[in-house]
């Protein structure tokens, strides 16, 4: 499957909530990543430790998160082994099948030092990010990033604006099982920005199955070393 012939389907859905949370398209397509990646100009999801924020409560029928997934032939439902929610297939998918975007809003290296890792002072545009997580229940853990380049990362957390796979859980590869069944895949598209009057790129990151996968399996990923390890 071309990745475009998934991607179209989604934009309407996408450009409906942009203005919401001023997200971005993320998902992979053509480098294959980890969270544990950490070359220049290649995407890696970051933490600062495993989650310590109680798991946001997010309501089915309003949250993006399950809008994309309906969209996207997913089930979000409880996961086995104490791991909460997980994404499941609601149809079997050929191997190399683009499974979705991750999506969610686009935040600079300043905003992620500032807003979760401490290092910089919160502004008043901060604060009223914080403010915005707070009312509507949605947790500010930090462990949903990808970073993807040009300081910019993207932040799946927010469960109103990004999409089902901030659901997908960890699988260790090549541990003699299949539980590791979607790769990420990072591709950086350039465009003209009128306003700036400059080339920039913008970054998707795809998952993709990487083997053929049954209706009612879970979708996991390995999240690298690097997530377990940083502290």
């Not at 600062?48 to 998160?65: A, E, H, L, N, Y």
Request: neutral net charge; glycine residues 8%.
């Amino acid at each position: 499957m071309r990745p475009s012939s998934r991607i179209s389907s989604k934009l309407m859905l996408l450009t409906a909530i942009a203005l919401w949370c001023d997200q971005g398209a993320v998902v992979g397509a053509f480098s294959t990543l980890r969270k544990g990646d950490s070359k220049a100009g290649e995407a890696r999801q970051n933490s600062r430790g495993k989650p310590s924020v109680p798991r946001p409560i997010i309501d089915p029928s309003t949250s993006f998160s399950y809008a994309s997934a309906r969209n996207d032939g997913i089930e979000i439902l409880p996961a086995p082994n104490g791991k909460g929610l997980g994404a499941f297939l609601a149809a079997d998918v050929a191997p190399g099948s683009i499974l979705g975007e991750y999506t969610g809003e686009i935040l600079t290296r300043n905003e992620v030092e500032a807003r979760y890792w401490k290092v910089r002072k919160e502004c008043k545009k901060d604060r009223k990010w914080r403010n915005s997580r707070t009312r509507r229940n949605q947790g500010i853990s930090g462990d949903y990033l990808f970073e993807v380049g040009d300081d910019s990362f993207i932040d799946g957390e927010d469960a109103d604006c990004s999409s089902w796979c901030r659901f997908a859980n960890h699988a260790r590869p090549n541990d003699g099982t299949d539980a590791c069944n979607v790769e990420v895949i990072w591709r950086a598209d350039a465009s003209v920005d009128e306003a700036l009057k400059k080339t920039v790129d913008t970054h998707h990151l795809y998952f993709v199955a990487l083997s053929a996968i049954k209706a009612g399996t879970e979708l996991c990923y390995d999240y690298g070393e690097e997530y377990w390890d940083s502290g």
